[in-house]
């Protein structure tokens, strides 16, 4: 899957959680299969909305938004599994 330029909130994001390195792995796979079992990807509630996220590590994960056939990272957020 094509993907937009990562904005510069993004880029604040990752560097501030050192997370760079994981989340261009992370992208290698998300651009070859979105569906990836490694990524987790997955819905986000309310599902009207449109935004998904995928697995950075088992902390982080990117949330995204796809238009036009192409996605855009807009947020990375902490992710707490109960």
């Known amino acids: 899957m094509q993907i937009r330029p ?8 990752l560097a501030k959680w050192k ?29 009207s909305v449109g935004l998904y996220s995928f ?5 982080y994960r990117a949330m995204f938004r796809i238009r036009d056939g192409i996605a855009e990272i807009v947020h990375i957020t902490k992710h707490y599994q109960q």
């Open 6 to 13: 990562i904005n510069e909130l993004v880029k604040k994001q």
């Open 55 to 59: 697995r950075i590590d088992k902390k």
């Open 19 to 47: 997370l760079s390195r994981k989340f261009e792995k992370q992208i290698r796979i998300f651009e070859v299969d979105p569906s990836h079992t490694s990524l987790n990807t997955e819905k986000l509630e309310p599902k």
